[in-house]
């Protein structure tokens, strides 16, 4: 199956110059949502990792079927006043502004390993991030897993030495 016609592409979104990979398309079909998934999980089988932290939020979608599929638990990275406990912070950039993201504090133990899966990488302000908030809580990030690659970007470098994983590159 070519998943790359389940990708909509939206010149111009959120802002002139960008082109917006959406996966919506690919989320309504069955059949296309499964084989990203599989491919996802095929991915990441072999690694060492007792969570899956997804990012908000087409990384929750991504990562909690994996973390489903795999038998991990799930746990979420979201914007900021989201969470209900106590939380941390990290503000980035990204390819078109600035954001935040917060993640419990009582959501990982020290010395667990993560996989991180949202589902694009682009400047990789958004993945440093979360690698960030991750390791604050004393973390280990094992890899991390997208369905889309945005190459021209260089995202990877800001996760460096951090092994990636994608499915689609654009």
Known sequence: MDLYQSIRSLKDYPEKGITFRDMN???KDP????EALDQMVDKVKDLDFDHIVGVEARGFILGAAMA???????????KPGKLVAEVIQKSYSLEYGQDSLEIQKDALDPGDKVLIVDDLIATG????AS??????LGGQVAAFCYLIELKDL?????????S???ILQY
């Open 25 to 27: 398309p690919l989320l």
């Open 31 to 34: 059949q296309a949502f499964q």
């Open 125 to 128: 302000g958004t993945s440093k």
């Open 68 to 78: 489903h599929e795999l038998k991990c638990g799930f746990v979420p990275v979201r």
């Open 154 to 162: 260089n995202g990877r470098k800001q996760v460096e030495p951090t």
């Open 164 to 166: 990636v994983y994608s």
């Open 131 to 136: 690698k960030d908030l991750v390791e604050a």
